[in-house]
């Protein structure tokens, strides 16, 4: 990369321009299609499960392959990387004009899991590169976070009008001008990589296997605990295959003289509680979120429509927040604003759990504690574990925060559904609940609510020692070169 860092955001907007694009694509993009699955599903002939996997095709190929895609960019270029991901997005994102069955769309979903997998990490990498300065990075990040929350929130709106005048198709070609745009901010605002910024340690191969195993898995199992239930081998024996290939990844990471992943820079203070918070607040949006859309339509019965307008305060917050993150921010410093935030997390998770069956306001408050504390942890958490890394493995680290929400999001979805299945009997999707049977889930909603809290909370309250080792080491050195 280019040694001039520029001084200012408005000096470096051709390449934030690129780089907000391409966090746009990431966020816009499921949550444009989920509004069209319905019309997809017709004019395909496309089963439930055919659709569930459109999405879902995406998620997973994206979660698995993120790890794998970071160490290759630390090694190979992370501009070289990105630019490639961001051709196949277009490609692919062309082909579905010509898609005519849902096997062919689902082909198209994978690789554009791919091509994500290849842009999502090295946007942040590449913003966090660009300047030397930790108040300019965490501006830039919260840029570009900013336009793609803003992408999540207009997103199912957007589809849906866009549906009334144009076919479905549509709402995946838009993709390409994204693409287009991304890539002549990238090729204009960034320079080409330099050998000095890389490494050239062999790819890991055997450890890239277990790794991508163990993740997919992670992500496929809390589905099949939803479709299947907990009474099925199936959830079971993915859980058992996932942990067991996890557990391999770890010993194949300790032993290899050129790891994918350096498990002793995992454990760095500044980068360890980075992602303890990062899983906190994946935990808690997934959960929350899971739990509040089950309430407002299955106990109390509103409307989907109504369920969705009662999220606003989360999106807003979301949206709204980032004008917020740098003044925080500077007033507490990047250590403390990560493990304050995480810790609003966990007290919006407490409100809901203890406090959600009295009434929706209780709701609306524990979705913008959650929301707040989402919107800063999201900034500084996946800073703090770039600044703990070497300068060589921004990208990898980058993939490691994500690929820890991905893998927390999808573990709270199958606690949740576990809890839920456990102690309310009876199909959930019936129309008419008995009284046992409204006791009994208000019952599991609060249980799963507080398991919820009990682990954020303790991913938090380790996050916050890690970080006080941090800073403890920080003061060491200074008094060693004193």
């Given at each position: ?20 694009a ?5 966020m816009?993009d ?19 499960v055919?659709?569930?996997?459109v ?26 990387v990105?630019?490639?991901?961001l ?23 994978v ?8 842009t999502?990490?090295g ?9 030397a ?9 919260t ?11 207009i ?10 005048v ?7 070609l838009?993709n ?7 890539i ?9 990589d ?5 490494h ?8 890239a ?42 010993l194949?990471e300790?032993?290899?003289r ?23 607040a994946g935990l ?26 009662a ?18 921010v ?5 250590e ?8 609003s997390?966990?007290?919006g998770?407490?409100?809901y ?32 574990v ?19 929400t ?20 009876g ?34 309250g380790?996050g ?19």
């Amino acid at each position: 990369m280019d040694k001039r860092e520029p001084q200012s955001l408005r000096a470096a907007w051709v390449a934030l321009t690129g780089l907000s694009a391409v966090f746009l694509f990431e966020m816009l993009d499921n949550s444009i299609l989920n509004v069209a699955l319905p019309t997809i599903g017709r004019e395909l002939h496309a089963s439930t499960v055919a659709l569930q996997w459109v999405t879902g095709a995406y998620a997973v190929v994206f979660g698995g392959l993120m790890l794998v895609f970071g160490a290759v960019a630390d090694r190979y270029g992370r501009r070289r990387v990105m630019l490639i991901g961001l051709t196949l997005l277009g490609l692919a994102s062309l082909a579905t004009a010509f898609v005519t069955t849902a096997e062919q769309l689902i082909a198209v979903r994978v690789v554009t899991g791919v091509a994500a997998a290849m842009t999502t990490p090295g946007s942040m990498a590449l913003a966090f590169r660009l300047f030397a300065e930790d108040g300019l990075r965490v501006r830039a990040t919260t840029l570009i976070s900013t336009v793609g929350l803003v992408g999540l929130a207009i997103g199912p709106t957007t589809g849906g009008f866009v549906l009334a005048v144009a076919p479905w198709q549509v709402l995946l070609l838009v993709n390409v001008p994204i693409a287009v745009l991304a890539i002549v901010g990238i090729r204009s605002g960034i320079g080409a990589d330099q050998p000095a910024d890389l490494h050239r340690d062999p790819v890991d191969v055997p450890g890239a296997a277990l790794g991508t195993a163990a993740i997919v898995l992670a992500l496929v199992t809390p589905t099949l605990f939803v479709n299947q239930g907990t009474g099925s081998w199936a959830p079971w024996a993915g859980t058992a295959v996932a942990v067991g290939a996890g557990i391999l990844f770890v010993l194949r990471e300790r032993s290899a003289r050129y790891p994918l992943l350096d498990l002793k820079l995992v454990m760095r203070p500044l980068v360890s509680s980075g992602l303890a918070c990062k899983a906190a607040a994946g935990l808690a949006t997934a959960g929350l979120g899971y739990l509040a859309t089950l309430q407002l339509q299955l106990d109390w019965g509103w409307s989907p429509a109504l369920a969705a307008a009662a999220m606003l305060p989360q999106v807003v917050v979301l949206v709204a927040g980032g004008a917020f993150v740098n003044p925080f921010v500077e007033r507490v410093g990047l250590e403390r604003a990560a493990w304050l935030s995480a810790s609003s997390v966990v007290a919006g998770l407490a409100v809901y759990g203890l406090l959600s069956r009295f009434g929706y306001v209780w709701i609306a408050v524990a979705l913008v504690l959650v929301a707040a504390g989402m919107r800063v942890v999201g900034v500084v958490a996946a800073i703090n574990v770039l600044r703990g890394l070497p300068a060589n493995r921004t990208t990898i680290g980058v993939a490691l925060t994500d690929t820890v929400t991905e893998v927390a999001s999808g573990a709270a979805i199958a606690a949740t559904g576990t809890i839920l299945a456990t102690l309310f009997a009876g199909d959930l999707a019936t129309s008419h609940w008995t009284a046992a049977q409204t006791a009994d889930f208000r019952t599991a909603v609060t249980v799963a609510g507080l398991t919820l809290t009990v682990v954020a909370g303790a991913l938090v309250g380790w996050g916050i020692i890690r970080t006080r080792n941090a800073a403890g080491s920080v003061g060491v050195e200074e008094l060693q070169h004193a």
